[in-house]
């Protein structure tokens, strides 16, 4: 279960607590390096309008950000999902950066 700190603004750039099975702790590390990899790779294919390869991604992602409890993954990698089908660039480039920033800021807590 994800949670903005109390004090926090929406766009305040500070950490976002997201609370994960403890099961799952050997797994989390890479499991977010490969995200955010996969957000760079979404830019370079977005920089060359390669939206089938930015679909393919961020449907994985949509997948894989469920099935760890990171349900702000799954909503916004759906987001980019719908727009690279539509061609939308400008979503995706509303969007990946915003995802990106929300990778970088996640705070793990185990329970």
């Known amino acids: 279960m994800e949670q903005v700190q109390p004090h926090q ?19 989390i590390p890479k499991f977010m390096t490969n995200r955010k990899k996969e957000v760079v790779t979404m830019q370079e294919a977005l920089a060359v309008q390669d939206f089938e390869t930015v679909r393919t991604v961020a449907h994985g992602m ?3 950000g469920g099935s760890y409890g990171f349900d702000r ?19 995706i480039a509303r969007d990946l950066p915003a995802l990106g920033s929300y990778l970088n800021r996640i705070k793990v807590v185990y329970e």
């Open 9 to 27: 603004a929406a766009d305040d750039p500070g950490d976002i607590l997201v609370s994960v099975d403890a099961s799952f702790e050997p797994l």
């Open 62 to 64: 949509k997948g894989a």
């Open 73 to 91: 993954i799954t909503e916004i990698a759906a987001v980019i999902e719908q727009a690279a089908k539509a061609g939308d660039a400008s979503t």
